[in-house]
């Protein structure tokens, strides 16, 4: 109940973080292939000035994310001082994405 209520209240003092950008999906190859795609710097500045409130540990910050017409909910990781955004395969399959394509992301930090 209270969690709710202070959730509530830092909504509403503080909004919410929306970001659009572009970028081209990388693809991380360990024991499983990942996709990525790297937030640009301008908008790692946005995502950083909240991260504090949104994060939930280990500097991953919850997003709800839209390419093309899937929208989804993931966290950003963070690397080298700036953000990955992972693209789900429900994501990625559906569209033919494949590392190397460009994207425009949609994203609202989840505060």
Known sequence: MYAERDSAL???RTGSVDIVFAGQVIEWRGPS???FVPVPE???ADVREVAS???YGWGVVP???RIGEIAFTTSLFPK???YLLPIKSSVRKPQGL???DE???AMTVRL
Do not use: N
Request: charge should be negative; include cysteine; aromatic fraction near 8%.
């Open 103 to 105: 994207v425009t992301v």
């Open 98 to 100: 494949s590392a190397g």
């Open 53 to 55: 409130m949104a994060t």
């Open 10 to 12: 830092l909504e509403e």
């Open 33 to 35: 292939p990942f996709y």
């Open 80 to 82: 080298d001082g700036g």
């Open 63 to 65: 997003v709800e994310a």
């Open 42 to 44: 301008e908008q790692c």
